[in-house]
């Protein structure tokens, strides 16, 4: 079955700190891959995708995925984490063809920044 | 680009009382629209999704209902809440992009 995991439950980093926050997928086919970030008590903000093309992806907040496919992996990074990066980040593929895309989600990493 | 709306923000609800949530889309039609569960400490689980009026597809068995009664208004109900049922609902929105976008959240807490 397609399934997304995130290895990391909590990351503790400190400000100014680089991030790498890890998500490997499996799927058969080449899948649409999301970044989400969420603060406490909110709903979740759309960081990056990637659908084809460049393996490296830019986003939002400074925030870059690398895709390998040969790996599986869709790892979130960021040069320098700033104390208002920390959240719950949530990597995501997208099953289903047609019109629908049901997005299945890792269980999410909790990003704490020290100051 | 799309927003959406869902209300309330938070609800209490004793256990064995009725639940509606609303969701509505705003800057887009005919989206296809998803409810999620978020319980305390675990990841997202799809619990419906629509493609149109009146469509609705369920992914797990449970003690939730959702209709779609307009384009952009997606509702999600119970008749009898359960403690189980406690949790942050999500509601998303997505054009045929692949990409969704996700309302505020109500947290819901049955007591």
């Known amino acids: 079955a397609q399934s997304v995991t995130q290895p990391d439950i909590h990351i503790t980093v400190s400000e100014g700190a680089s991030l790498e926050l890890r998500c490997n997928y499996s799927?058969?086919?080449?899948?649409?891959l999301f970044w989400y970030v969420q603060s406490p008590g909110q709903g979740l903000q759309l960081l990056l995708k990637?659908?084809?093309?460049?393996?490296l992806v830019q986003g939002i907040k400074g925030f870059e995925a690398e895709f390998k496919r040969s790996q599986s992996s869709f790892n979130l990074r960021k040069p320098s984490v700033h104390w208002s990066d920390a959240a719950e980040y949530f990597c995501?593929?997208?099953?289903?063809?047609?019109?629908?895309?049901?997005?299945?989600f890792g269980q999410g990493t909790t990003l704490q920044v020290k100051p | 680009s799309q927003t959406i709306h869902q209300w309330p923000a938070t609800l209490v609800q004793p256990v064995g009382s009725p639940l509606s949530l609303e969701c509505t889309v705003e800057g887009t039609s005919n989206p296809n629209l998803y409810w999620y569960r978020q319980a305390a400490g675990r990841g997202l689980q799809l619990l419906f999704y629509s493609v149109g009026i009146g469509q609705i597809s369920s992914e797990v068995p449970q003690n939730l209902s959702a209709s779609r009664p307009q384009d952009r208004q997606f509702i999600l109900s119970s008749k009898k809440l359960l403690l189980s049922d406690s949790g942050f609902y999500l509601c998303a929105g997505e054009n045929g992009s692949r990409v969704q976008y996700f309302g505020a959240g109500t947290r819901l807490s049955v007591l």
């Open positions: 995501a593929v997208v099953l289903g063809s047609g019109n629908t895309g049901k997005l299945i």
């Open positions: 799927y058969g086919a080449t899948p649409y």
């Open positions: 990637y659908f084809s093309g460049d393996t």
